[in-house]
């Protein structure tokens, strides 16, 4: 991952969700860049990507979200 021109972490696991309908991805950065709306590219071998960081849509700690 990169901030700018500055490398600063690393995606260490990454999938699609197919209830947000969007890849989703757990990354190590620095406690400095981990504000929410925080934007970094991600350098793949297919192409550079836009990352930001986001709450965590998926953790649903009172089960409001049924299961189907």
Known sequence: MFDDK???GYVTSKCFSPRLEKNIGY????VGYAKEGTQFTIR???ADLKAKVVP????DPKKKIPIK
């Open 6 to 8: 500055e490398e600063i």
């Open 27 to 30: 990354a190590f950065i620095p």
């Open 56 to 59: 965590m849509p998926f953790y």
């Open 44 to 46: 793949s071998p297919y």
